[in-house]
């Protein structure tokens, strides 16, 4: 008897960020493709990892979380966003913001109910969809400035939509929800009994004295999301793989549901070192936006005057740039010759599209010290 090796998911490729970061390797470029940055996080945090690996903190955490640390996240987002979250009933930490997507999705797509997703999207999204039965529905936004046309999302609406995923701010499209996006989500909500899951993992990297609108902010959306968010964006420390979901009790108990069966619970030591440094340095997260800030206006100066055009992120630490005056190939061939020929990887837009739209754009990622942006920019200026 012949067995099938066809799997759940043999349609799909390896992601787009391992790709890149694999052809960067082979080829010595410098990697501005998958999203992480080239240093540390603080010393005073990694530190704490080595007290706690030191101390007896290497045992399983509970299901939900280290308390410490669910205790902190309830202070962040009470201070932020004025959201009174209970730690014992809304709060879930895990191993990264994806691992929390994918444990929202599963908690509430049954088989066949729909779910909007508004392109370009990451690229985990859609994985998790199809893989609970879930049917997609992607919607793509609006012209260059990647608005949301709520109409359209409504539009999509029908009896079997479950679930709208939104992500602020957007990557790979660096665009923040403004008032009217929540006025409008709002409406939405009001008129179908949806759920949002909430991808916030960059809410603290957003520019030019943007507050970054949690869905947190608005008892009404919050009673209906799973808002996700990441440590390893806010700490650079995206190698420890941790984040967390913030959802009301009744989203919070399905998703717990999930997640003690796909994890358990999520790495002891770091959450407490998490817990501690989040205690001790209360206003690191408030830094963020300035020290990405100039590093994202470092980069948009470095090209100009290039072929490249670059309209600035409004938050995140992708910077999208257009490159027709350059080339006239599509995005995933000028991705692979920017990091062969010229030696600076960067990740083709198209791919977090299902009908990629005429666009020659790339995305690159400026969490590098300024001496790897500037060596980069020096390869690829004269484009
Ligand atoms: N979020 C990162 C990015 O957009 C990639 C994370 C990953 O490689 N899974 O580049």
Redesign the pocket.
Known sequence: METSPEGKLSGFGT?I??VMSQLAADHDAINL????PDFDGPEALRARVDHHLNHGHNQYAPLAGVSELREQIAHKVANLYQYSADPETDITVTPGA?EAIYCALTAVVHRGDEVIVIDPA?DTYVPGILLNGGVPKRIPMSGADFSIDWARVEDAVTPRTRVLMINSPH??GGRCLDDHDITALRDLLGRHPLLVISDEVYEHIVFDQRQHLSLLRYPDLAARAFVISSFGKTYHV?GWRIGYCVAPPDLTREFRRVHQFINFSTNTPISHALADFMRDSPGFHLELAGFYQQKRDLFCSLLEGSGFRLTPAQGTY?QLAEYSHISDLPDTEFARELTIRHGVAA?PVSVFYERPPDMRVVRF?FAKEDETLRTAAGRISGL
Do not use: D, E, L, V
């Open positions: 992601t960020f391992t493709a998958q999203g992480f994806t990451y990557n790979p995206t992708f990740i990622c």
